[in-house]
DNA sequence: CGCAAAAACAAACCTTTGTTATTGCCAGAA
DNA sequence: TTCTGGCAATAACAAAGGTTTGTTTTTGCG
């Protein structure tokens, strides 16, 4: 089995071997953590960065009135709080949506590897403008989208996302968010994620049961969603390619 | 007159001698850019990629509806693209708000001064990681947050993000955003953000007119948007300091 | 100065989404 | 087995914000 993390700087830029067999160092020995349990709290001092090798997570803020708004979906081979300064503190939480294997590496080891391996600075700051650019297409997402709009972009993504970490991705996915999950991703009310849901499957799109999301048509979600994977695809170099890219997703 | 950007960097992450006479080397000659000019339009290949000495910028993205979603407000100190992979492609607009002043700087210089100085890379990717803290907000002000309550977050942000650059920030402020960007900034309508600043304005909390923004109370803005800037100070590194800084920021 | 264009303001009416409440189902604990 | 709690489904009603349209101010410019 590979290496998620590992997969994911080597997307972001071209690593070699010493590199890959240094950032394989750092990742012996996860730890298992299961379901619902806080990979941070509001206010943690972090000595050192999380690593989520399998298993999905939610980033978090709860404003005051109780209302929740997940900021980030933590999918096999992200990690999280690697750009905060070193010894900073957290204020977002972190839960696990599933059982994960975690590895956690100290900024100081990190900071050491990338003095030695400036490729993997490279890799890092790279990774963090893809975390960005997935923020940004969710506040596009939020912001100008409707209810079904908005789901069916988060599906076509998040399908995306396992493909890139996962090469026998098929239609068939492991999805552990709830409804309320969902509607604190979206920006919308349980309820209204439930009417939308229906209007899905109804339509013949996508089944979800127990955790198991099958997409039946993709290229329909994608059409209402005005999905385009470019933004998440690494390195797109030339036009010509986002459009092969555009073509081929379905 | 102070480099803004490198007071970012600064922020981010501790700079020697050395490394502050490099970036600024690197910031030598600035070009003027007009209000309402492309700084980037969707295709474009990025060989080099731009910082803001002074004025307002937008990054958005268009749907196929038309409807404009604006996901970064790029304010001086600011830069954009750096993170993208060296030699990718623009996959979002930028465009200036008001006349600015623009240095480019090509990746594989930026390259060669973080192999140089890993200081800068490392001020680099903490700079990144405040972006990527400011979109995360965007996330939460736009999914959980009703109209009123965006607004003010939005003036609150901008106002400390601007204070960050200029410790002579008043609150009295250059606010070239027109109505209908606010509406896209906000995921809202024009005639709703009109609504709205009518309502701040006779609450006594602000004055908008011409470009020039007055802020009365900010301490009522902060309580009705919830803001807490420690998501925005640089190197907050204990419990202690925020609640100081949660404090003080009126 | 005077004009055209952009921006701001206003009101009526409509749609999407939120609120609240109730019910049923199923898996795991006792 | 029965109980319990989390999750999902559904309905009736309320509210926030959108749409459309038109008027009035500002602003920039020849």
Redesign the interface.
């Known amino acids: 089995m590979f290496n998620a993390f590992l997969l994911r700087l080597m997307h972001?830029?071209e690593l070699g071997d010493q590199e890959i067999q240094a950032v394989e160092e750092l990742c012996r020995q996860p730890r298992d953590v299961g379901a619902k349990k806080y990979l941070s709290r509001d206010?943690d001092?972090m000595h050192s960065f999380p690593i989520i090798l399998s298993g999905w997570a939610a980033?978090y803020?709860i404003?005051?009135n109780g209302?929740?708004?997940i900021?980030?979906l933590l999918l096999p081979g992200d990690a999280f709080y690697f750009?905060?300064?070193p010894?900073?503190?957290a204020?977002?939480e972190v839960i696990t949506l599933s059982p994960c294997k975690i590895v956690n590496i100290a900024h100081a080891d990190m900071?050491r590897l990338?003095?030695r391996f400036?490729a993997i600075?490279?890799a890092?700051?790279?990774y963090?403008?893809m975390?960005?650019?997935v923020?940004?297409s969710?506040?596009?997402n939020?912001?100008?989208?409707d209810a079904l709009e908005r789901m069916a972009h988060l599906i076509c993504e998040t399908h995306y996302r396992l493909s890139l970490v996962d090469a026998h991705q098929s239609q068939q996915i492991f999805f552990p968010l709830t409804q309320d999950d969902l509607a604190d991703v979206?920006?919308l009310t349980p309820v209204h994620i439930n009417r939308k849901l229906q209007q899905l499957r109804q339509e013949g799109l996508i089944s979800l049961r127990s955790k198991q999301l099958t997409i039946h048509d993709l290229r329909t979600l994608q059409q209402i969603a005005?999905f385009?994977p470019?933004?998440l695809a690494?390195?797109?170099?030339?036009?010509r390619e986002?459009e092969r890219l555009r073509v081929i997703a379905a």
């Open positions: 972001a830029s206010g001092e980033r803020q404003l005051r209302a929740r708004q900021t980030r750009d905060c300064s010894d900073g503190i204020i977002e900071r990338i003095d400036p600075g490279e890092m700051r790279s963090g403008g975390e960005n650019a923020l940004a969710w506040v596009v939020v912001g100008r989208r979206l920006g005005g385009d470019s933004y690494p390195r797109v170099q030339t036009v986002r």
